[in-house]
């Protein structure tokens, strides 16, 4: 199958260029798009979780994926890298029009996603690299790391009366959890937060 792939970034763009240029190609090429994939979201967004993501699962070896050019896939050279190995390791050919990108099945595509593969594993190993220096920095500097003490939303904040009733009534918290559906530990959490005397009521 031809896949035409679009995507702009905001409601106020049009995908209609994208879909032109596109069809033009086809039209210089005798090419015919079986199925046309069209979202509007942030490039930044992860790839894998956007409508690519689901088309690039379900296509098969030798199907086409067609776009305006490589910065409709992401908007980091990270991310373009992820998608064309991903497209590359799967046989599925990737073309753009702007650039002129052709990866399909042969030796210099298969060399690509060999420098592909290699190119983002270095970046992966550069990005954990980086955050394990920024957050070692940063407890050297003395900053408590993570949430603060008691930011995080409990699941339970809805049920807080019926907690406290429940607790008043000399239920266990093995009890109340049952009945709220949650875990002992989540309750546990809850109850810690509010401190002893809430707990008490």
Same mark, same amino acid.
């Given at each position: /199958? ?9 409601? #106020? ?6 879909? $032109?240029?596109? #069809?033009? $190609? ?8 079986? #199925? ?17 993501? #689901? %088309? ?8 086409? %994926? =067609?776009?305006?050019? *490589?910065?409709? &896939?992401?908007?980091?050279? $990270? /991310?373009? &890298?992820?998608? *064309?190995?991903?497209? *590359? ?24 996603? $060999? +420098? ?23 407890? !050297?500097?003395?900053?408590? %790391?993570?949430?603060? &003490? ?15 009733? =429940?607790? +008043?009534?000399? &239920?266990?918290? !093995? ?16 109850? +810690? ?9």
């Amino acid at each position: /199958m031809t896949y035409g792939y679009i995507r702009v970034s905001t409601d #106020k763009q049009t995908v209609e260029n994208q879909r $032109f240029e596109i #069809k033009r $190609f086809c039209a210089t090429q005798g090419l015919r798009v079986d #199925k046309w994939i069209e979202e509007t979201v942030s490039g930044t967004k992860p790839w894998a979780r956007r409508r690519l993501g #689901k %088309l690039l699962r379900h296509a098969h070896g030798g199907d086409l %994926l =067609l776009c305006s050019e *490589l910065s409709r &896939l992401g908007r980091s050279l $990270f /991310m373009i &890298l992820e998608v *064309l190995n991903h497209c *590359l390791q799967r046989d599925i050919r990737v073309w753009t029009i702007k650039d002129n990108y052709r990866l399909g099945d042969d030796i210099p595509s298969k060399v690509l996603a $060999f +420098a592909l593969g290699i190119s983002a594993e270095i970046e992966r190993n550069l990005i954990s690299q980086r955050t394990r220096e920024a957050l070692a920095r940063r407890r !050297a500097e003395g900053c408590r %790391l993570g949430r603060p &003490l008691g930011s995080r939303s409990s699941s339970l904040t809805p049920h807080a009366e019926t907690v406290h009733r =429940l607790l +008043a009534q000399g &239920l266990s918290r !093995a009890r109340i959890a049952r009945r709220l559906h949650v875990s002992v530990e989540t309750l546990r959490r809850f109850l +810690a937060q509010r401190g002893a005397d809430w707990e008490i009521g």
